[in-house]
């Protein structure tokens, strides 16, 4: 049973349009989330994340919706680049550090010059 | 700057073949993880270690057996190799208390044939 879902296996954008990055959840405890970004033939790295005590964050081009009546979040990219083409992974955990972070199955981003 | 290095980033086994995985990172951090990345699957744990000399189940630790000895190196074994185990495994390691704060290392590509 997936907790954390990446319904999207794959989108396809422009260079200089929105990427729109979408993850559910299931688990009410979950109140840390994450995004990392990984290359091929690279180990994923860290992107961006946001507690549950917000429902923004943001990072450069880089911004992460929550919405936790919905148990839902979004990673938007604005501009996107070429160079975000990449596999992204959502990730939720409990916040206090003693919960292994559950991924979901990846979306891969692929952004057209 | 934290530093994972795995040991292999391409390897061929023959199927019954013993195989060792060797991570080792440099932060001098407590915990320690393998993953496998296949396709649509995302990342899944294998085992994970919270101090030198324990270990602790995955989600899909079938198969597979770790070793730490020491503080900076995980090795992840595979008994007898079988071709469902060819995939991406990822290592990776986190401060003690805060196990969603993962880096990762580069990946071994593992091929059992």
């Known amino acids: 049973d997936q907790q954390v879902k990446q319904n999207s296996p794959s989108l396809s954008v422009q260079e200089g349009r929105i990427s729109i990055l979408n993850c559910d959840y299931t688990?009410?405890?979950?109140?840390?989330f994450l995004w990392y970004k990984k290359y091929p033939a690279e180990g994923p790295t860290f992107l961006i994340s946001i507690s549950s005590i917000k429902d923004k964050n943001e990072d450069g081009r880089f911004t992460v919706f929550l919405n936790k009546s919905a148990k839902h979040l979004s990673l938007h990219i604005v501009p996107s680049q070429p160079g975000d083409s990449a596999v992204y992974f959502c990730?939720?955990?409990?916040?206090?550090?003693?919960?292994?972070?559950?991924f979901g199955r990846g979306t891969s981003l692929i952004v057209h010059p | 700057d934290v530093k994972v290095t795995q040991s292999s980033r391409y390897l061929v086994k023959r199927t019954g073949e013993k195989v060792f995985l060797e991570c080792v990172q440099d932060m001098d951090h407590e915990n320690m993880f393998w993953y496998r990345q296949d396709p649509g699957l995302g990342l899944r744990l294998i085992y994970f270690s919270y101090d030198v000399k324990m270990k602790e189940k995955g989600d899909i630790p079938e198969g597979y057996s770790v070793s730490r000895e020491k503080k900076e190196r995980f090795s992840l074994i595979l008994e007898s190799a079988s071709t469902n185990q060819t995939s991406m495994y990822l290592c990776a390691s986190s401060p003690g208390g805060r196990f969603y704060e993962q880096y990762f290392g580069p990946g071994t590509r593992l091929t059992v044939t």
């Open positions: 990730a939720a955990s409990v916040s206090g550090g003693s919960y292994i972070p559950t």
């Open positions: 688990n009410s405890m979950f109140d840390y």
